[in-house]
């Protein structure tokens, strides 16, 4: 097994650079970067914005710092933006955002300094990549993580207790459930609890905005434990509603699959009971699957199931980050949580592959040719 880890360590390079690569090779192409909004906005607004370029209007475009930047800057004349501009002006903008450099000199500082973890400085926020990450870190781990271990204890003694009385009408009527929760989207699920439960329409029982109430950090511990269980139970359901559905089906599908196979039979020929039977040697097999997929599941869940939950409940996760720096062109941000999400979610593969050897000490990946 430790021959396999390093091998697999030792991938994680090659595939951060060529996610990298691929990613800020496809930026250089897009329209609508921060030079063409800047150039935009200096059309727009006259000398106003020329002035608060130079710093004379009590702002500056702040430069992205070391290694954060990546993007499409060109010369002046392929920005539309730029006609009817000073060309001095034009070259002021690119070099504050880091753009009068070429392509790849600019994609060689940035690697750099992510060895370092140092993802540079937003374009627009002037903030430090790395603190932005950090400050909106608790929302989406608060959310991925609550929501995912519900799931699970949710799912797995559901999809149990269907493959047992499968063709039941327990069976029928939750599978009716798991459909609706399969079909329906999570946000929608969202805003119906905002108009039943958050002041929509009918009941004012939950809050709408944010993980805690405001001036809730002088109250004691177990208050403030409250108040956050009480911020965080619409959004959680929101996304377990929208995320058990195939979960169940597929642990009532790997039950179903181990019950038929000999060993089954052969312990209930010796006079197993139906508990032991299910729980003593069923369990461990059809579970393999179901257990060993969890890190991958909150991976999902953390980062891209709760995009829209998180702008329902004004929740400023990593998710609502990601997306404002995509439609705001902030490349710095971008690629700094590209290179976070691919970096966790190859190390959680990992530790999925780990998991499984846990759950099945058969399971031997050095074996593998």
């Known amino acids: 097994m430790g021959a396999y880890l390093l091998r697999r360590l030792a991938l994680l390079v090659p595939t951060l650079f060529g996610i990298i690569l691929i990613n800020f090779a496809i930026v250089q192409f897009a329209p609508g ?3 063409e909004q800047m150039l935009a906005e200096l059309r727009g607004q006259g000398g106003s914005a020329v002035g608060r370029l130079s710093g004379e209007g009590g702002g500056e475009v702040r430069a992205p710092g070391g290694g ?3 993007g499409g800057g060109g010369p002046v004349g392929t920005y539309r933006g730029a006609r009817g501009l000073d060309p001095a002006v034009v070259a002021e903008i690119e070099k504050a955002f880091g753009f009068d450099k070429p392509a790849h000199e600019r994609f060689w500082t940035m690697l750099k300094g992510y060895l370092r973890f140092d993802f540079g400085q937003s374009l627009f926020q002037g903030r430090p990549v790395l603190d932005l990450l950090l400050e909106k870190l608790p929302v989406s781990v608060s959310l991925g993580l609550w929501s995912t271990l519900l799931i699970y204890f949710i799912s797995i003694p559901l999809g149990i207790a269907k493959a047992v009385r499968d063709g039941s009408r327990f069976d029928f009527w939750t599978s009716a459930a798991v459909l ?4 329906v989207p999570g946000f929608l699920f969202a805003i119906l609890l905002v108009v039943l439960f958050a002041g929509g329409s009918f009941l004012q029982i939950f809050p709408l905005r944010g993980l805690t ?3 809730s950090a002088d109250w004691p511990f177990w208050q ?6 009480w911020h965080m139970v619409l959004p959680t359901i929101s996304l377990v509603i929208g995320g058990f559905a195939s979960l169940t089906m597929l642990t009532k599908n790997s039950f179903m699959d181990e019950i038929g196979k000999q060993y089954v039979l052969s312990a209930r020929a010796k006079g197993a009971g139906e508990k032991r039977v299910l729980y003593g040697h069923v369990f461990r097999n059809a579970m393999l699957l179901i257990i060993a997929g969890f890190p991958a599941a909150f991976i999902g869940i953390l980062f891209t199931g709760a995009l829209l939950v998180e702008i329902v409940f004004s929740l400023d996760g990593l998710g609502l980050l990601g997306f404002e720096s995509a439609i705001r062109r902030d490349y710095p941000v971008m690629f700094g949580t590209l290179y976070i999400f691919t970096l966790l979610g190859l190390v959680m593969q990992i530790i999925g592959d780990i998991t499984y050897t846990l759950v099945d000490p058969r399971i031997d990946f050095e074996a593998r040719r």
Not at 224 to 229: K, P
């Open 213 to 215: 109430t405001s001036g």
């Open 33 to 35: 970067g921060p030079v």
């Open 180 to 183: 609706v929760g399969y079909a």
């Open 68 to 70: 954060g930047g990546g």
């Open 224 to 229: 403030r434990a409250l108040d956050y269980g």
